[in-house]
């Protein structure tokens, strides 16, 4: 018997994929997430506030965007986190 072809992706109720927790990626060594809103606007931001079990797709609705003020950015894991000082530019709620 062929099994059918695994294409569902995991995703919240609202559509977006659901991506790795803090606490994977730090054991893969990332230390940073960097935030893009759609108009262009992103900001570097260092992993350490949130515990292993929060999903980086769990905090996409919550950013605020102080360039353009749409909710809902793209967090993923910052593969060149090299202690860069965070900025300003999200606001975070
Ligand atoms: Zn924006």
């Not at 759609?38 to 965007?65: T, Y």
Request: proline content about 9%; some cysteine; hydrophobic content about 30%.
């Amino acid at each position: 018997m062929p099994r059918p072809v695994r294409r569902h992706t995991p995703a919240h109720v609202d559509g977006r994929p659901v991506k790795i927790t803090f606490g994977e990626m730090r054991e893969m060594g990332l230390r940073g997430v960097l935030v893009y809103c759609h108009c262009g606007h992103h900001v570097a931001l260092d992993a350490d506030h949130w515990p292993d079990k929060v999903r980086l797709s769990d905090l996409e609705p919550r950013f605020i965007c102080q360039g353009c003020g749409s909710r809902g950015a793209d967090v993923r894991p910052d593969f060149d986190w090299n202690g860069k000082a965070p900025f300003g530019g999200l606001g975070y709620r």
